[in-house]
């Protein structure tokens, strides 16, 4: 099974200023035929998750471009340009080359 | 509207059965895989397992393999997410999402989820 570690497990942020997720996974997620099945996805208080970032670096319809992924391998990160107020909620990294597996989650709020 | 309508909140008994559903609409069902994800309270999100209505071919994470049954009646648009004796660790909330291709899983679309709580 392939194990996805997200750091950190929380994450204070003053409007305004970056913010940066790790997430690593026990293999890499190259797959043979080139892509990298690397995605971020968000969870704001007491909604479904909601797809951000797909195949490590491509933002989502509707996505403000202060989000951007960037990795390769096992090694990935998600960063907030500029956090705003309704970036709060759960950020989880997620792997789909071999089954799927979700990280823990990293928790982001507001200072 | 493309949207994914999940069923309603249930509270069961251990040793009861449960089928909760997921209906489609909006956009073709039938060419979307659909997979079921798990929230305990408090937690993170698992994968349980994914079928694709057009063939019915079905996938498990191996946690979930043999605990619960995904469904599909491609008919009426909807996938189904079924236990045949629950316990109180399976008090969760439980998501459906749609998934557009046959590798390199992701879920584009989500339902709002069934809010599921077992307790004698």
């Known amino acids: 099974d392939i194990v996805m570690t997200q750091t950190p497990l929380s994450l204070s942020v003053t409007p305004g200023q970056p913010a940066s997720i790790s997430c690593k996974s026990s293999q890499s997620l190259l797959h043979s035929d080139g892509k990298t099945y690397l995605f971020w996805y968000l969870q704001k208080p007491g909604q479904s998750p909601q797809l951000l970032i797909y195949?490590?670096?491509n933002r989502f319809s509707g996505v403000p471009d202060r989000f951007s992924g960037s990795g390769s391998g096992t090694d990935f990160t998600l960063k907030i340009s500029r956090v705003e107020a309704e970036d709060v909620g759960v950020y989880y990294c997620m792997q789909s080359i071999q089954l799927l597996t979700f990280g823990g989650g990293t928790k982001v709020e507001i200072k | 509207e493309v949207q994914l309508v999940q069923s309603g909140a249930e509270v069961k008994k251990p040793g009861e059965s449960l089928k909760i559903s997921c209906k489609g609409s909006g956009y073709s069902f039938t060419t979307y895989w659909i997979g079921w994800v798990r929230q305990m309270p408090g937690k993170g999100l698992e994968w349980m397992g994914i079928?694709?209505?057009?063939?019915?071919?079905?996938r498990y994470s191996p946690s979930f393999q043999g605990q619960v049954t995904v469904s599909v009646d491609k008919s009426n648009s909807t996938a189904y997410l079924q236990w045949s004796s629950l316990k109180a660790s399976d008090t969760a909330m439980y998501y459906c999402?749609?998934?557009?291709?046959?590798?390199?899983?992701?879920?584009?679309?989500w339902g709002r989820g069934t809010l599921v709580t077992v307790s004698s």
């Open positions: 999402a749609r998934n557009p291709r046959r590798t390199g899983w992701y879920f584009d679309l």
């Open positions: 195949e490590v670096s």
């Open positions: 079928i694709y209505p057009g063939d019915s071919d079905t």
